[in-house]
């Protein structure tokens, strides 16, 4: 038994949260009723994380040490920025003509999810040795062997460089109908419809920057360090986490500016990137009778027509380029019954049988169509 990674964290993070909801009812008269409900939520997360990982340690204890912060710009604290907005709307109203009563539903909800310039800034060391106390196997603990260490300093050299923006938008659309209805025999009816619509889009856009001078960006890296240890580490004050270029350093630099830095987008992480729209129509008929003071019958049948619309990305590793997929459709009916049966025996004992259909929808990401090659994964 060995450990194949090994990994050290420390995280800051600042949370803001904030909600702000009404609702509305409107009685026309004693027949005919309106109502409106609304909620907006907003949720910040600020993240600064500093992660020491040995990576593909052996069975002798030898591996790449590896030191990174994850930051973002000063105009989000120098942190990582998760933000989180949704929005519900729904408009509403209930009406009785007669023997005929109805109610009926329309809303709209929105949720989005940004995460703008994030940034990790990632040093390397390798061919490194350590003694790993497995005394305890919940909490092992590597120590470097002579000539072997775990603190950032001029021994080591760039991994990565890298900031990423991520965009995410979910809209849907709802609108529906009920209506029931008392029959001469004491059965009940009852039928609507139901629209909804629903969109999702999903933007990654990431780049890798290379200095232009790597020694003088190493140099002035190490002059911007932060010591993260501390006594008060959750697992155990034995594991030190160690020094890391500071946030405000990786928040601070230009990286646009072309004299400084090379820029290159990394077309794999475009892969993941869709739009979606998905169309779901759909209308039923119920029925309910009571045969018998004791025996009861609802029965029905629910008809859905989707409708699908997906664009993608195919990424080819040999070629090293993301390109759109055709806009790829799709659209489809199901017709699903139900029927229950209810006997009440007695009180003490009753009797049910039923059969139904439903339809379980996948992940947006489980329909989106694509072509992910890497050959270097065979």
Do not use: C
């Amino acid at each position: 038994v060995y450990v194949s990674d090994y990994q050290m964290r420390q995280y800051f993070v600042t949370r803001e949260r904030q909600s702000y909801s009404a609702a509305f009812d409107f009685d026309i008269n004693e027949n005919h009723k309106l109502t409106f409900k609304g909620i907006f939520n907003n949720r910040n997360d600020w993240e600064n994380r500093y992660r020491t990982n040995i990576k593909d340690l052996d069975e002798n204890g030898k591996g790449t040490v590896r030191i990174q912060t994850k930051a973002g710009t000063p105009d989000n604290r120098n942190a990582r920025l998760e933000r989180q907005r949704t929005m519900d709307f729904a408009l509403g109203g209930e009406h009785l003509w007669g023997a005929i009563g109805m109610d009926w539903n329309a809303s709209y909800a929105k949720a989005t999810e940004e995460r703008p310039n994030e940034r990790y800034l990632d040093f390397q060391l390798k061919k490194q040795e350590f003694d790993m106390d497995l005394s305890d196997e919940r909490q092992p603990l590597a120590t470097p062997g002579t000539g072997s260490t775990l603190t950032l300093s001029d021994k080591f050299s760039l991994k990565e460089l890298t900031e990423q923006q991520e965009d995410i938008k979910e809209e849907d659309m709802k609108f529906s109908a009920n209506f029931k209805a008392s029959l001469n025999n004491g059965a009940k009816l009852k039928f609507g419809a139901k629209v909804v619509r629903k969109t999702k889009e999903k933007e990654i856009d990431f780049y890798e920057y290379t200095p232009k001078d790597e020694d003088a960006f190493m140099t002035n890296s190490l002059k911007n360090t932060v010591d993260q240890s501390t006594d008060k580490f959750m697992p155990s004050d034995k594991y030190q986490v160690g020094t890391f270029a500071s946030k405000e350093y990786v928040g601070g630099l230009n990286l646009n500016d072309a004299s400084q830095f090379d820029k290159e987008q990394v077309q794999a992480e475009l892969a993941e990137n869709f739009e979606a729209r998905e169309t779901v129509s759909s209308g039923y008929v119920r029925f309910d009778h009571k045969f018998a003071s004791d025996i009861n019958l609802m029965a029905g049948l629910r008809m859905e027509h989707t409708s699908l619309r997906y664009t993608g990305r195919n990424y080819d590793d040999e070629t090293d380029k993301t390109t759109k997929t055709g806009r790829m459709t799709n659209s489809y009916v199901n017709f699903l019954p139900s029927i229950l049966v209810k006997w009440d025996v007695n009180d003490d004992f009753k009797i049910r049988g039923s059969y139904t259909q439903t339809l379980s929808r996948p992940k947006y990401s489980a329909l989106v169509p694509s072509v992910n090659i890497n050959r270097g994964d065979n």
